[in-house]
């Protein structure tokens, strides 16, 4: 099994061979790049290369396990330049300057950040590369869309009152990007926020580090003094004492809610945190009677399966009407077999060794559980380990009693359950704690619509005939429920990082003058 998956060294792309390590042990802090004197934290690939009948581990560097002290310094310093008259009283023009400056000299960086991508996180080459050039679409669309929110400000006339509705920024931001999209997950936070003229800290995601090593120069070079400070290391040590500290305005996070919960209700004040989250989730599919099979299968598995499952908007569980299930488990069944395994820079690979070896120790627990209560495996490797590799299951007969069925196995497990009456996956989308996204497949449109009429209330997106997703961008990317709070698009996210302000008084000359000169 290992010789048809793992590597040697020979087969490795010439242009993604790993010449040396990366030792990270600065960051940005107060507008300079820091030497920290601090214990580092090794980053293992989970590309394994072989020996033999061997398997070497691949040591790619390591990054810096910030303190208490100097989170906190990180802090004062991103409390300083929003206080004073560093940042957000700069024009508009200036903080797109700015961003300009950043985007260009990023974009150059394409090679050294996708190669990353593939050893750190093993995301598929084309996936990487999809990942970073829409990482600058999405700031390049932020820039105009901030644009036109400028250009909106004006005087406004009512009722005997002239006033002037003021784009303020928020505070003192914290922004994390998940480990699964560590670059446009943290840069679509983080560029937006200084925008609008919020300062930030930064939290590096710990699956995903080191190719953060050149961006944080750009971020060095291209905003002023403390504008920008980035933290790596553990969130115990560094994220919740600043969170403690109660001078934190805003946590714009993408993650776990296990996490963000205790971490909002450290805050001396909690109530006072403005919130953008994007949360756990556990997507449906419902297919319907009437579905085109030759279609749906392939979208379905591609729904599930793309990057592992390691998808907040995954498809994490299949609702299939009893008259196609036992048709549609085959063809599922047959899809996945055709899924290609292997190394991020196989062509077409879809499953490749997963980053985070916690996770395959849940999905193997996940996959007993369910076993063991009753359902069947239908996959001719599915719930087999091999090294970092957990081979992609579909689990049938699958039952209420059973963690897959209402827990986020954000892995390549596929389970699917048998519904006769429309009203069981209805009841399930309606009592699950998320509520992110749901796809229903079908033919029927007056059906269809008559489902997407109750489901737009339990999630944040409704699907037709097509997979779970988060684009394009320009629609809102949100959740209810436990899935999320706010919204993330190109528009949405701008906004989320404003707090408007009122400047009214009567309408007079001295009111209109005053009010064309702010």
């Known amino acids: 099994m290992l010789n048809k998956i793992y590597p040697n060294l020979i087969d490795i792309p010439q242009n993604l061979i790993i010449d040396k390590s990366i030792e990270q042990n600065t960051t940005l802090l107060n507008g300079k790049l820091v030497k920290l004197e601090t214990d580092l934290q090794d980053v293992i690939s989970p590309i394994a290369i072989k020996h033999g009948t061997e398997l070497k581990s691949i040591r790619l560097g390591s990054h810096p396990l910030m303190n208490h002290q100097q989170a906190i310094e990180a802090l004062n310093s991103t409390s300083s330049a929003f206080n004073g008259d560093t940042w957000k009283n700069k024009s508009s023009n200036y903080r797109i300057k700015c961003v300009k400056e950043f ?10 950040v996708v190669k990353m991508l593939i050893w750190e996180n093993c995301k598929p080459l084309q996936e990487a590369e999809n990942e970073f050039q829409r990482t600058i679409e999405y700031i390049e669309q932020s820039i105009e869309e901030y644009k036109k929110i400028e250009s909106q400000t004006n005087i406004q006339n009512y009722s005997g009152f002239s006033g002037k509705i ?24 983080c560029i937006p926020a200084l925008l609008i003229g919020n300062t930030v800290l930064m939290k590096i995601p710990r699956y995903g580090s080191l190719l953060h090593n050149q961006i944080i120069e750009l971020l060095q070079s291209s905003f002023p003094k403390g504008v920008i400070n980035v933290i790596y290391g553990k969130n115990e040590d560094t994220i919740n004492p600043i969170m403690q500290t109660g001078e934190i305005d805003m946590l714009a ?12 209700l450290s805050h001396p004040k909690p109530y006072r945190i403005k919130k953008l989250l994007g949360l756990d989730a556990k997507n449906p599919a419902i297919v319907l009677k009437d579905c085109d099979l030759d279609y749906i299968v392939k979208e379905i598995v591609l729904g599930a399966l793309a990057f592992n499952g390691q ?9 299939a009407h009893s008259k196609i299930y036992d048709k549609l488990v085959e063809e599922i069944k047959n899809e996945i077999e055709k899924q ?5 820079w196989t062509e077409d690979v879809r499953i490749t060794p997963i980053f985070d070896k916690n996770r395959i120790l849940y999905l ?29 299951t579909l689990l049938s007969n699958v039952n209420s009693s059973m963690r897959i069925y209402t827990e986020e196995q954000f892995g390549p497990i596929v389970p699917i359950v048998r519904f006769d009456d429309i009203k069981e996956p209805l009841e399930y989308v309606q009592n699950s704690e998320f509520g992110q996204q749901i796809s229903i497949f079908g033919n029927n449109s007056k059906e269809i619509s008559k489902l997407a009429s109750f489901l737009q209330y339990q999630c944040g997106r409704v699907n037709i005939n097509t997979k779970c997703q988060r684009g394009p961008d320009i629609f809102p990317f949100t959740g209810k429920k436990s899935s999320g709070m706010g919204e993330l698009s190109i528009n949405s996210t701008l906004k989320e990082f404003i707090a408007h302000s009122v400047v009214a008084g009567k309408e007079n000359d001295i009111t209109l003058s005053t009010l064309e000169r702010i």
Do not use: Q, W
């Open 253 to 264: 996070y993408m993650g776990s809610n296990m996490f963000v919960e205790p971490l909002i």
């Open 166 to 189: 003021l784009n303020t920024p928020i505070g003192i931001v914290i922004s994390m990007g998940p480990s699964n999209y560590p670059i446009y997950e943290s840069y679509s936070l």
């Open 311 to 319: 998808r907040c908007a995954a498809i994490k569980i299949i609702f």
């Open 364 to 392: 193997k627990t996940l996959f007993e559980d369910a076993m063991n209560k009753g359902a069947i495996n239908n996959t001719t490797d599915g719930g087999k380990i091999n090294h970092t590799f957990f081979y992609p």
């Open 340 to 344: 290609i395994i292997g190394m991020p």
């Open 103 to 112: 985007l260009d000299n990023f974009s150059k960086l394409k090679d050294s």
